[in-house]
């Protein structure tokens, strides 16, 4: 497919839109294609409606200069059209005294960046943690956590060996407490979180502390709530939302009617801009992108009738400019319909995202943790789970046990649902383990959801804050993440393979519930590395596996621990010898000792 035809299609010169600040003052450009006549007013003009008009520039796009408007000032549009005067924040602005209130003219150039020259990791190096700014790290009761409080303890991330931290959205939402997948201006970032300097510092931060910031972005709907984008110049059709939305069949949403028209070419631009204003404007290192099946069909079910083409060339747009741009910065989509083409090249027709999260994984293995009786727990869909994967590519998948989606709508937190009001429970504590090692261990970018090591009960809500005191309390849970995520960054130079593309099945005993495999990347010693765990409440002695090779293994992990917690038997686990003899289609085997519900993680010196 032609990306420069897609390109060329939506590629007007506007220029800078919104509130542009420089030498000579303020210059304001808006889209208005059913306006008669526009003004900005603002602190600059005492919001004086005939003092400062803008000129029709063609196109619907009106814009001038107001040699008084500074930064800091607070400012709106004022819309002559048919449908009488109306009074708008701009669509561009970066941050606004509240969604409800006034646009704030904003100086993008005046945030002093100097030092940050951070480069995202390569992508078979990350691990990544998701988070939400307001209860992350809420020390107020009274207000949201916000970037300065949330800055406060990237050191505890840094110290577990976090290289990532995926922030669920943190744009100007109603209200001060939100998941933020309501956005209510794109542009701006909320101004209960710190606005836009805030956001900056909190990326220059997290860069100095070694970790890339990845930000979780909204295309397929907008609002609902607090939209000056709704009926933005008081045109539309059918009730719907004007220019900047479908206003037929194709506007519905499981939130409103409120998709944006990817076929418009300015509303093309629109996304176009914010997608790329994050990476080049806030030095954020990939987007995540909000359920892309309601880009990609109007209500995600498959059926070609209700495919959006245009949702897609839109996508494959920005795609293509970021890999021309940025190809070291990451795009994640969440589709979780399992498709190739999601993370297939834009080479191929594919939309050219560089990692999907992968429901072939969370959903088999939650289902394998929580499940309650041995018996049930089906091992060849843990297997099945472990291999999955793109393209052919381990690495365009993002595992996860616990999301915010995983651990909300109806779900909770993995150990709550093994024993619910009760995650300081053997069984709890136990299982809940092993879906982190297989998050660490397997093929794909592994991700983290906040209070996860905290060992954090019940479910997520934005109105309940991480637990801190839980630190202290659950300190060998804590520990238990921490070393599995050196072991997957191969700190000590013992375990490369679990960076590398190379998966080997070399038990899968639904019997016995046990699963071991072999992650290599170049293989041999310091590289090649086998998982061993155990599903079952059974011991199980002298258990034979083929392994990878001869000589001996020495465990780098063993999740059974009492280091990790008092309750674990901690069996004694010790470097094993392979002996010749067949096993697993191996011509030697080592017998291994596996706890209840346990994992052992071995490697060659």
Same mark, same amino acid.
């Given at each position: 497919?032609?990306?420069?035809?897609?390109?060329?299609?939506?590629?007007?010169?506007?220029?800078?839109?919104?509130?542009?600040?420089?030498?000579?003052? =303020?210059?304001?450009?808006?889209?208005?294609?059913?306006?008669? /006549?526009?003004? @900005?007013?603002? %602190?600059?003009?005492?919001?004086?409606?005939?003092?400062?008009?803008?000129?029709?520039?063609?196109?619907?796009?009106?814009?001038?200069? =107001?040699?008084?408007?500074?930064?800091?000032?607070?400012?709106?549009?004022? &819309?002559?059209?048919?449908?009488?005067?109306?009074?708008?924040?701009?669509?561009?602005?970066?941050?606004?005294?509240?969604?409800?209130?006034?646009?704030?003219?904003?100086?993008? /150039?005046?945030?002093?960046?100097?030092?940050?020259?951070?480069?995202?990791?390569?992508?078979?190096?990350?691990?990544?943690?998701?988070?939400?700014?307001?209860?992350?790290?809420?020390?107020?009761?009274?207000?949201?956590?916000? !970037?300065?409080?949330?800055?406060?303890?990237?050191?505890?991330?840094?110290? &577990?060996?976090?290289?990532?931290?995926?922030?669920?959205?943190?744009?100007?939402?109603?209200?001060?407490?939100?998941?933020?997948?309501?956005?209510?201006?794109?542009?701006?970032?909320?101004?209960?979180?710190?606005?836009?300097?805030? !956001?900056?510092?909190?990326? +220059?931060?997290?860069?100095?502390?070694?970790?890339? @910031?990845?930000?979780?972005?909204?295309?397929?709907?907008?609002?609902?709530?607090?939209?000056?984008?709704?009926?933005?110049?008081?045109?539309?059709?059918?009730?719907?939302?004007?220019?900047?939305?479908?206003?037929?069949?194709?506007?519905?949403?499981?939130?409103?009617?409120?998709?944006?028209?990817?076929?418009?070419?300015?509303?093309?631009?629109?996304?176009?801009?914010?997608?790329?204003?994050?990476?080049?404007?806030?030095?954020?290192?990939?987007?995540?992108?909000?359920?892309?099946?309601?880009?990609?069909?109007?209500?995600?079910?498959?059926?070609?009738?209700?495919?959006?083409?245009?949702? +897609?060339?839109?996508?494959?747009?920005?795609? /293509?400019?970021?890999?021309?741009?940025?190809?070291?910065?990451?795009?994640?989509?969440?589709?979780?319909?399992?498709?190739?083409?999601?993370?297939?090249?834009?080479?191929?027709?594919?939309?050219?995202?560089?990692?999907?999260?992968?429901?072939?994984?969370?959903?088999?293995?939650?289902?394998?943790?929580?499940?309650?009786?041995?018996?049930?727990?089906?091992?060849?869909? @843990?297997?099945?789970?472990?291999?999955?994967?793109?393209?052919?590519?381990?690495?365009?998948?993002?595992?996860?046990?616990?999301?915010?989606?995983?651990?909300?709508?109806?779900?909770?937190?993995?150990?709550?649902?093994?024993?619910?009001?009760?995650?300081?429970?053997?069984?709890?504590?136990?299982?809940?383990?092993?879906?982190?090692?297989?998050?660490?261990?397997?093929?794909?970018?592994?991700?983290?959801?906040?209070?996860?090591?905290?060992?954090? %009960?019940?479910?997520?809500?934005?109105?309940?804050?991480? #637990?801190?005191?839980?630190? %202290?309390?659950?300190?060998?849970?804590?520990?238990?993440?921490?070393?599995?995520?050196?072991?997957?960054?191969?700190?000590?130079?013992?375990?490369?393979?679990? /960076?590398?593309?190379?998966?080997?099945?070399?038990?899968? #005993?639904?019997?016995?519930?046990?699963?071991?495999?072999?992650?290599?990347?170049?293989?041999?010693?310091?590289?090649?590395? =086998?998982?061993?765990?155990?599903?079952?409440?059974?011991?199980? %002695?002298?258990?034979?596996?083929?392994?990878?090779?001869?000589?001996?293994? =020495?465990?780098?992990?063993?999740?059974?621990?009492?280091?990790?917690?008092?309750?674990?038997?901690?069996?004694?686990?010790?470097?094993?010898?392979?002996?010749?003899?067949?096993?697993?289609?191996?011509?030697?085997?080592?017998?291994?000792?596996?706890?209840?519900?346990?994992?052992?993680?071995?490697?060659?010196?």
């Amino acid at each position: 497919m032609n990306i420069e035809k897609e390109v060329e299609e939506v590629d007007i010169n506007v220029g800078g839109m919104g509130a542009v600040c420089h030498d000579e003052g =303020v210059f304001f450009r808006v889209w208005a294609p059913h306006a008669e /006549s526009v003004s @900005v007013i603002g %602190d600059f003009n005492d919001w004086n409606n005939d003092a400062d008009f803008l000129d029709s520039e063609g196109k619907g796009y009106w814009g001038g200069n =107001v040699e008084k408007a500074k930064a800091g000032q607070e400012y709106k549009f004022v &819309l002559r059209t048919p449908s009488g005067e109306l009074f708008r924040n701009d669509p561009y602005a970066n941050q606004l005294t509240n969604s409800i209130g006034n646009g704030i003219i904003y100086d993008q /150039s005046a945030f002093d960046w100097q030092g940050d020259s951070y480069r995202t990791p390569a992508w078979n190096e990350l691990v990544i943690y998701e988070m939400h700014l307001g209860t992350f790290n809420k020390t107020d009761p009274n207000h949201p956590g916000d !970037f300065y409080t949330a800055i406060e303890r990237l050191p505890y991330l840094r110290d &577990l060996g976090i290289n990532a931290i995926e922030l669920m959205p943190v744009f100007e939402f109603p209200g001060d407490t939100s998941w933020g997948y309501n956005p209510a201006f794109p542009f701006a970032i909320e101004a209960d979180y710190g606005g836009p300097d805030g !956001f900056k510092n909190f990326v +220059k931060a997290a860069h100095e502390h070694g970790m890339a @910031v990845i930000l979780d972005v909204v295309y397929n709907h907008f609002g609902p709530q607090d939209m000056d984008l709704w009926q933005f110049d008081g045109w539309h059709e059918n009730d719907g939302g004007g220019i900047y939305f479908y206003n037929d069949w194709r506007s519905e949403t499981p939130w409103g009617n409120t998709r944006p028209d990817f076929g418009r070419e300015e509303v093309r631009r629109y996304i176009r801009d914010n997608a790329l204003m994050w990476l080049e404007d806030y030095h954020v290192d990939g987007l995540r992108m909000d359920m892309v099946p309601y880009i990609r069909n109007v209500k995600a079910n498959g059926n070609p009738g209700d495919d959006i083409p245009e949702g +897609k060339t839109l996508i494959r747009w920005i795609h /293509s400019e970021i890999k021309e741009k940025y190809p070291y910065k990451i795009t994640i989509a969440e589709d979780m319909h399992s498709l190739d083409s999601i993370t297939n090249e834009l080479e191929n027709d594919g939309w050219g995202y560089g990692a999907q999260w992968d429901a072939q994984f969370v959903h088999p293995v939650r289902k394998a943790i929580i499940t309650q009786e041995d018996a049930d727990r089906d091992m060849e869909a @843990v297997a099945k789970a472990i291999m999955h994967r793109y393209n052919d590519d381990a690495f365009e998948r993002i595992v996860y046990t616990e999301s915010h989606d995983e651990v909300a709508n109806g779900q909770a937190r993995v150990a709550e649902e093994i024993a619910h009001s009760d995650v300081n429970n053997y069984y709890s504590k136990k299982r809940a383990a092993l879906g982190v090692v297989l998050v660490l261990t397997v093929p794909g970018i592994p991700m983290i959801f906040q209070g996860q090591p905290l060992l954090e %009960d019940k479910w997520f809500s934005d109105t309940d804050p991480l #637990d801190w005191s839980r630190l %202290d309390t659950f300190k060998g849970f804590v520990d238990l993440h921490r070393d599995l995520i050196q072991l997957r960054r191969n700190f000590n130079d013992q375990t490369k393979g679990l /960076s590398g593309q190379n998966i080997e099945l070399l038990r899968v #005993d639904d019997e016995k519930k046990v699963v071991v495999f072999h992650r290599w990347k170049e293989g041999g010693p310091g590289d090649s590395v =086998v998982v061993a765990i155990n599903f079952s409440a059974e011991t199980h %002695d002298d258990y034979g596996v083929g392994f990878p090779a001869a000589g001996e293994w =020495v465990p780098r992990f063993n999740s059974d621990w009492k280091g990790y917690d008092g309750e674990f038997s901690d069996k004694t686990v010790v470097t094993v010898s392979t002996q010749e003899g067949e096993y697993d289609g191996k011509p030697q085997f080592v017998q291994m000792g596996l706890a209840p519900y346990s994992a052992i993680i071995y490697s060659q010196n």
